[in-house]
């Protein structure tokens, strides 16, 4: 010891020469200081006070509820979701039919029960290379329908089932349970009702009735086969069901039937999927139309699915199948309660970092007060986001940036923590002695000790301030630049966790002050009966003789570790820092860049072999059930029930989104028509149907021919029920048109209210965001004005069923919409279509959402890194000075990132919905502990590499290390997350923070052993120097480097000798 002492006693240091301004900050900081020691009780209670009124205020202005939908993830700026947007906000302000207003339904007349407006999806399936098309399985399937359609109670099944309107009888599922038990027609062979009311399977073979359902024929002159038939007296083949390859593929798996629909070939007729649907229909009894108290209806049929789980247990597993029961409500409240338990952990996280946070600073009264401002900065950032974006229901995604901020909250208080305890070590009294901490209250107060502690918390506070300010201002950078996306829910998360960043920084270093001197004049002095002998031996501690007859040279010294100190009285962490891992790094500093720098070359390979996703996003585990569910829908059967559509639409333009605030779904743009649409144009109509034609024959992305075109409706309406010839009269065209819409409510019902003068019709993001997830019916292709005397049109749709699933990933629709678009454009520049002006043709499509989201968020994560970490270097350069500190600080970061990319590629993840959220906090997190000790390695008086890195190890290495900790710890415990965004946030935050250490302690530190500064250098004044062509002189950016050459060459000597002998 007594050799390394004298080393130390030869080691130059710097003296730096403040500039003005920061004389005039010290003296400020000094001000503040002291009033924290003089009033710290008054001060914490104060400043507490005003951050509960502040967050009182944020909830009382804005009452918090959080947003489950999807609506803030739309990117309503894009041209995509301004085409969505401008489909559903169009059907807002028109009509279908423009004879009644479009809440007046009382004009239409509904039978009870037969508007289908909700349903309940039974799946079945058995393992792969099975087949659920048994007999015994097909009664099970059966069974289960039945024991649905005997529920009992209140209501019954009867009092919501759906019902045909010329029927009082319940209608039968959709499924093909109803051909198996088929009820015979006396008096015609082989011809069956599809009824299901069989009370067994009166066929010998199932494959017949399967075979009979696809096979393509005349029923009534090929009999080979069973037919199914609603019979007639005297016609045994009236209404027959008509067979074709496709005509049960929702029901069946993608491998059933005909290969390539192909009748010629022998067809696979088994299946490990099926399904059947059963609807509930509107108005029940006792209330007027669909629409009369419409929330109302739709809870009384939720009742009756609610039970329905219960009603099908004893069927569980029956003969090996496996039923999953789908709907809505069941739906909704089976993710609700999982959102609920994931974001419980939040809790978790707390208690996890808050113990942690007690361990590290050894008091529950610190780590407690610590916690709260870390908490608090969450409602003081929710009311300045809202006052300054008003976006409506907490998102999600904003919740988990308590999950960041717990760590960056953390981190902020073990710096100045931990800087206080080194105080002790570092800051002379005022008669140049080193001090302890009093023993007592009363020795607390004396003049000489408040005096002291004054000069510990201004150096406290000057060390650890600037430390926490760089790494705020570009940790919060990081996060803001993701308001550079289009999405708004990620632009919000930029915003919201940049605030709460800033608001924690500004409460830990205005409040969190007044807690550490409180604890240390107050609460550490109080001994309770339980722990008395143990407080008692605490202090008694004892200064050392040697130590207490040091003679310090200055008031204050900010040499870390002088020849005044005895490095054995710091903590264990920091003793090892200093006589172990420094030494260690600077010995073997080449090798850890030669490794560090072979990862990263690895790290760039694999980085740049991920990939989009191909697949759907997966909300839950591959394990789950529902998960399950949802899988075989998007990939195992033939065909989904809800077909994914293409809406081509006629008289309208772009929505405006001038004044708009497009971070609130809840504000609507402004609906804009198409001036040039009109009706009454030369060959409107005969034009209108000739596009229809055209659609109908490019099959690759539609569906079997299914286009739904209103020209062609109003055209039979016209020809058979008028008995008129197509096309009518140019003026009689609207009159007649409206007439249509009229006829087809008598006979359909009405068209859906959504016009906002209801509860069932609320025009709000949520209702918005269901409707654009509805099929389009007759209903939405032909829209009339509002409040006109005389019916006018305003736009109409053509209605395209395409081939796609309604789960699709982005590279299956984006053929699609490359198709469409192109298609569009040449209709567009058609002479006929512009003569009968339907050349303003615009497409959208809710799928088309998806495609431009998985686009938007793949550019935003790659854009989003590259911003960040360009303005994390401009932030590190502006406030260090040191360009070489800076490029090394930005390639530590740089690895961090292409770290974790690539053991995304290693571990199989390809870039979805989920990981492009997750890339939008990487810069944001991987930026801290560098610029930790990059700032501390700047700070330090030392003039050899060795001594500065060693320096920034134990000035800050303790704090870093702590934090990594606490922050792992808080991602940590998402990995118990059921829902996979949840699970993946969590390894995201666990892995960003294991790498941004790892490069942080080991490439950092060992770049800065080999090229960082030996002095402290103010590069800005150094170019304006040569800009201007002014001498340099020795003193750099306010540092005295006047020591003789020789004496620093005998110091680097010394210094290496030193590191050989410690490491050796």
Same mark, same amino acid.
């Given at each position: 010891?007594?050799?390394?002492?004298?080393?130390?006693?030869?080691?130059? !240091? @710097?003296?730096?020469?403040?500039?003005?301004?920061?004389?005039?900050?010290?003296?400020?900081?000094?001000?503040?200081? *002291?009033?924290?020691?003089?009033? $710290?009780?008054?001060?914490?209670?104060?400043?507490?006070?005003? !951050?509960?009124?502040?967050?009182?205020?944020?909830?009382?202005?804005?009452?918090?509820?959080?947003?489950?939908?999807?609506?803030?993830?739309?990117?309503?700026?894009?041209?995509?979701?301004?085409?969505?947007?401008?489909?559903? #906000?169009?059907?807002?302000?028109?009509?279908?039919?423009?004879?009644?207003?479009?809440?007046?339904?009382?004009? &239409?007349?509904?039978?009870?029960?037969?508007?289908?407006?909700?349903?309940?999806?039974?799946?079945?399936?058995?393992?792969?290379?099975?087949?659920?098309?048994?007999?015994?399985?097909?009664?099970?399937?059966?069974?289960?329908?039945?024991?649905?359609?005997?529920?009992?109670?209140? $209501?019954?099944?009867?009092?919501?089932?759906?019902?045909?309107?010329?029927?009082?009888?319940?209608? /039968?599922?959709?499924?093909?349970?109803?051909?198996?038990?088929?009820?015979?027609?006396?008096?015609?062979?082989? &011809?069956?009702? $599809?009824?299901?009311?069989?009370?067994?399977?009166?066929?010998?073979?199932?494959?017949?009735?399967?075979?009979?359902?696809?096979?393509?024929?005349?029923?009534?002159?090929?009999?080979?086969?069973?037919?199914?038939?609603?019979?007639?007296?005297?016609?045994?083949?009236?209404?027959?069901?008509?067979?074709?390859?496709?005509?049960?593929?929702?029901?069946?798996?993608?491998?059933?039937?005909?290969?390539?629909?192909?009748?010629?070939?022998?067809?696979? =007729?088994?299946?490990?999927?099926?399904?059947?649907?059963?609807?509930?229909?509107?108005?029940?009894?006792?209330?007027?139309?669909?629409?009369?108290?419409?929330?109302?209806?739709?809870?009384?049929?939720?009742?009756? +699915?609610?039970?329905?789980?219960?009603?099908?247990r004893p069927f569980k597993k029956a003969e090996g199948l496996t039923t999953t029961i789908l709907s809505?409500?069941?739906?909704?409240?089976?993710?609700?309660?999982?959102?609920?338990?994931?974001?419980?952990?939040?809790?978790?996280?707390?208690?996890?970092?808050?113990?942690?946070?007690?361990?590290?600073?050894?008091?529950?009264?610190?780590?407690?007060?610590?916690?709260?401002?870390?908490? +608090?900065?969450?409602?003081?950032?929710?009311?300045?986001?809202?006052?300054?974006?008003?976006?409506?229901?907490?998102?999600?995604?904003?919740?988990?940036?308590?999950?960041?901020?717990?760590?960056?909250?953390?981190?902020?208080?073990?710096?100045? +923590?931990?800087?206080?305890?080194?105080?002790?070590?570092?800051?002379?009294?005022?008669?140049?002695?080193?001090?302890?901490?009093?023993?007592?209250?009363?020795?607390?107060?004396?003049?000489?000790?408040?005096?002291?502690?004054?000069?510990?918390?201004?150096?406290?506070?000057?060390?650890?301030?600037?430390?926490?300010?760089?790494?705020?201002?570009?940790?919060?950078?990081?996060?803001?630049? @993701?308001?550079?996306?289009?999405?708004?829910?990620?632009?919000?998360?930029?915003?919201?966790?940049? =605030?709460?960043?800033?608001?924690?920084?500004?409460? &830990?270093?205005?409040?969190?002050?007044?807690?550490?001197?409180?604890?240390?004049?107050?609460?550490?002095?109080?001994?309770?009966?339980?722990?008395?002998?143990?407080?008692?031996?605490?202090?008694?501690?004892? =200064?050392?003789?040697?130590?207490? /007859?040091?003679?310090?040279?200055?008031?204050?010294?900010?040499?870390l570790v002088g020849k005044h100190h005895n490095i054995n009285e710091y903590r264990a962490l920091e003793?090892?820092?200093?006589?172990?891992?420094?030494?260690?790094?600077?010995?073997?500093?080449?090798?850890?860049?030669?490794?560090?720098?072979?990862?990263?070359? +690895?790290?760039?390979?694999?980085?740049?072999?991920?990939?989009?996703?191909?697949?759907?996003?997966?909300?839950?585990?591959?394990?789950?059930?529902?998960?399950?569910?949802?899988?075989?829908?998007?990939?195992?059967?033939? *065909?989904?029930?809800?077909?994914? /559509?293409?809406?081509?639409?006629?008289?309208?333009?772009?929505?405006?989104?001038?004044?708009?605030?497009?971070?609130?779904?809840?504000?609507?743009?402004?609906?804009?028509?198409?001036?040039?649409?009109?009706?009454?144009?030369?060959?409107?109509?005969?034009?209108?149907?000739?596009?229809?034609?055209?659609?109908?024959?490019?099959?690759?992305?539609?569906?079997?021919?299914?286009?739904?075109?209103?020209?062609?409706?109003?055209?039979?309406?016209?020809?058979?029920?008028?008995?008129?010839?197509?096309?009518?009269?140019?003026?009689?065209?609207?009159?007649?048109?409206?007439?249509?819409?009229?006829?087809?409510?008598? @006979?359909?019902?009405?068209?859906?209210?959504?016009?906002?003068?209801?509860?069932?019709?609320?025009?709000?993001?949520?209702?918005?965001?269901?409707?654009?997830?509805?099929?389009?019916?007759?209903?939405?292709?032909?829209?009339?004005? #509002?409040?006109?005397?005389?019916?006018?049109?305003?736009?109409?749709?053509?209605?395209?069923?395409?081939?796609?699933?309604?789960?699709?990933?982005?590279?299956?629709?984006?053929?699609?919409?490359?198709?469409?678009?192109?298609?569009?454009?040449?209709?567009?520049?058609?002479?006929?279509?512009?003569?009968?002006?339907?050349?303003?043709? =615009?497409?959208?499509?809710?799928?088309?959402?998806?495609?431009?989201?998985?686009?938007?968020?793949?550019?935003?994560?790659?854009?989003?890194?590259?911003?960040?970490?360009?303005?994390?270097?401009?932030?590190?350069?502006?406030?260090?000075?040191?360009?070489?500190?800076?490029?090394?600080?930005?390639?530590?970061?740089?690895?961090?990132?292409?770290?974790?990319?690539?053991?995304?590629?290693?571990?199989?993840?390809?870039?979805?919905?989920?990981?492009?959220?997750?890339?939008?906090?990487?810069?944001?997190?991987?930026?801290?502990?560098?610029?930790h000790l990059a700032n501390a390695y700047r700070e330090s008086h030392e003039v050899t590499r060795f001594?500065?890195?060693?320096?920034?190890?134990?000035?800050?290495?303790?704090?870093?290390?702590?934090?990594?900790?606490?922050?792992?710890?808080?991602?940590?415990?998402?990995?118990?997350?059921?829902?996979?965004?949840?699970?993946?946030?969590?390894?995201?935050?666990?892995?960003?923070?294991?790498?941004?250490?790892?490069?942080?302690?080991?490439?950092?530190?060992?770049?800065?052993?080999?090229?960082?500064?030996?002095?402290?250098?103010?590069?800005?004044?150094?170019?304006?120097?040569?800009?201007?062509?002014?001498?340099?002189?020795?003193?750099?950016?306010?540092?005295?480097?006047? !020591?003789?050459?020789?004496?620093?060459?005998?110091?680097?000597?010394?210094?290496?000798?030193?590191?050989?002998?410690?490491?050796?």
């Amino acid at each position: 010891m007594a050799s390394d002492l004298a080393i130390e006693e030869n080691t130059p !240091t @710097n003296e730096r020469v403040q500039s003005k301004f920061k004389q005039w900050v010290n003296k400020k900081i000094h001000w503040y200081c *002291r009033g924290v020691i003089a009033h $710290p009780r008054m001060g914490t209670s104060i400043l507490l006070l005003l !951050t509960f009124v502040l967050s009182g205020i944020a909830f009382v202005v804005y009452p918090f509820d959080i947003d489950t939908t999807v609506t803030t993830f739309i990117p309503r700026t894009s041209r995509i979701g301004k085409l969505e947007e401008t489909r559903i #906000l169009a059907e807002e302000i028109t009509r279908f039919n423009p004879f009644r207003a479009p809440s007046n339904t009382s004009s &239409v007349i509904v039978p009870q029960q037969t508007d289908e407006d909700y349903y309940l999806q039974l799946l079945f399936s058995v393992p792969h290379g099975d087949n659920v098309f048994t007999r015994g399985r097909i009664t099970a399937m059966h069974n289960m329908e039945l024991a649905i359609r005997a529920m009992q109670g209140d $209501p019954s099944f009867t009092q919501v089932c759906a019902r045909a309107r010329d029927s009082t009888e319940c209608s /039968q599922p959709q499924s093909v349970t109803r051909f198996f038990f088929a009820s015979e027609i006396d008096g015609c062979p082989n &011809v069956y009702r $599809p009824d299901g009311n069989n009370t067994d399977i009166p066929f010998a073979s199932v494959d017949d009735v399967l075979l009979a359902l696809i096979t393509p024929r005349n029923v009534s002159a090929n009999t080979s086969l069973p037919a199914f038939c609603y019979s007639t007296a005297g016609d045994c083949y009236a209404n027959c069901f008509d067979p074709s390859p496709s005509a049960i593929d929702f029901a069946v798996a993608d491998t059933f039937g005909f290969p390539d629909n192909n009748a010629s070939l022998t067809p696979d =007729l088994t299946s490990h999927v099926s399904t059947s649907l059963t609807f509930f229909g509107l108005p029940l009894a006792g209330f007027k139309s669909p629409d009369d108290r419409y929330d109302e209806q739709i809870s009384i049929i939720e009742s009756f +699915v609610k039970r329905v789980p219960s009603t099908l247990r004893p069927f569980k597993k029956a003969e090996g199948l496996t039923t999953t029961i789908l709907s809505g409500v069941l739906i909704d409240d089976y993710f609700w309660n999982l959102i609920i338990t994931d974001t419980a952990l939040v809790s978790v996280s707390v208690v996890v970092v808050y113990l942690y946070m007690a361990f590290h600073v050894n008091s529950f009264f610190i780590s407690g007060m610590g916690m709260l401002h870390v908490l +608090v900065s969450f409602p003081i950032a929710f009311l300045f986001t809202q006052a300054a974006m008003d976006f409506g229901a907490m998102g999600i995604l904003n919740l988990m940036s308590l999950f960041i901020i717990l760590g960056i909250g953390a981190d902020d208080v073990f710096i100045f +923590v931990d800087a206080w305890r080194q105080s002790e070590l570092e800051v002379p009294g005022p008669d140049g002695r080193l001090r302890r901490n009093a023993p007592s209250r009363d020795a607390e107060i004396t003049e000489d000790n408040l005096q002291w502690l004054t000069e510990r918390l201004v150096w406290t506070y000057t060390r650890s301030s600037e430390a926490m300010l760089i790494t705020s201002l570009t940790t919060g950078a990081a996060f803001v630049m @993701n308001l550079s996306s289009s999405v708004p829910a990620i632009q919000i998360f930029g915003a919201f966790t940049g =605030l709460m960043i800033l608001f924690n920084f500004i409460l &830990v270093i205005t409040y969190f002050p007044f807690v550490v001197v409180t604890h240390h004049c107050f609460i550490r002095h109080i001994h309770y009966p339980c722990c008395r002998r143990c407080c008692s031996k605490t202090n008694r501690t004892k =200064l050392p003789a040697s130590a207490t /007859q040091t003679q310090l040279d200055g008031v204050t010294s900010n040499k870390l570790v002088g020849k005044h100190h005895n490095i054995n009285e710091y903590r264990a962490l920091e003793r090892f820092f200093y006589k172990s891992y420094a030494p260690f790094i600077c010995k073997r500093r080449w090798h850890l860049v030669a490794v560090f720098a072979i990862w990263f070359g +690895v790290s760039i390979y694999f980085a740049s072999e991920l990939k989009a996703a191909t697949e759907p996003t997966q909300w839950l585990p591959s394990r789950d059930k529902l998960q399950q569910a949802f899988d075989m829908l998007n990939s195992d059967f033939a *065909r989904t029930d809800l077909v994914p /559509q293409i809406v081509v639409m006629y008289g309208l333009e772009v929505v405006d989104l001038s004044g708009v605030n497009p971070y609130n779904p809840n504000d609507p743009a402004r609906v804009v028509f198409d001036s040039g649409f009109d009706p009454t144009a030369p060959n409107f109509q005969e034009t209108f149907i000739s596009i229809c034609e055209r659609f109908r024959e490019e099959g690759e992305f539609v569906l079997e021919e299914e286009i739904l075109c209103p020209m062609e409706l109003f055209r039979d309406y016209v020809t058979n029920e008028l008995g008129m010839a197509f096309p009518v009269p140019r003026d009689d065209f609207v009159p007649l048109l409206a007439n249509f819409t009229r006829y087809y409510e008598d @006979n359909n019902g009405p068209a859906p209210d959504v016009s906002g003068d209801v509860s069932s019709s609320e025009q709000d993001a949520v209702t918005r965001d269901e409707r654009s997830w509805q099929q389009v019916e007759v209903y939405q292709t032909i829209r009339f004005h #509002l409040d006109t005397e005389e019916p006018e049109l305003a736009y109409m749709f053509i209605i395209v069923n395409t081939t796609l699933n309604t789960f699709s990933a982005g590279k299956d629709i984006r053929p699609a919409y490359e198709f469409w678009d192109h298609m569009l454009d040449m209709e567009n520049a058609r002479a006929d279509n512009i003569e009968a002006t339907l050349d303003g043709a =615009l497409q959208t499509a809710d799928l088309y959402i998806d495609l431009h989201l998985e686009d938007t968020l793949l550019r935003a994560a790659i854009v989003g890194i590259a911003a960040s970490l360009s303005l994390a270097f401009v932030i590190i350069i502006v406030m260090t000075r040191d360009i070489t500190l800076s490029v090394m600080s930005i390639i530590s970061i740089g690895g961090v990132v292409v770290s974790l990319i690539a053991l995304m590629v290693m571990l199989g993840w390809t870039l979805g919905l989920i990981e492009s959220v997750c890339l939008t906090i990487l810069v944001g997190l991987s930026v801290d502990y560098v610029i930790h000790l990059a700032n501390a390695y700047r700070e330090s008086h030392e003039v050899t590499r060795f001594s500065r890195v060693r320096d920034a190890l134990v000035m800050m290495g303790i704090s870093v290390l702590s934090a990594s900790i606490t922050t792992f710890l808080a991602g940590f415990v998402l990995f118990f997350g059921y829902i996979t965004f949840f699970f993946k946030f969590g390894v995201f935050i666990a892995l960003t923070i294991f790498f941004a250490a790892i490069w942080a302690f080991g490439f950092f530190m060992s770049l800065a052993a080999i090229a960082g500064n030996k002095e402290y250098v103010d590069d800005f004044v150094r170019l304006w120097r040569v800009l201007t062509c002014k001498p340099q002189a020795l003193k750099l950016g306010g540092v005295n480097t006047t !020591t003789p050459a020789t004496e620093m060459d005998r110091h680097n000597g010394i210094t290496e000798t030193k590191v050989a002998v410690m490491s050796g």
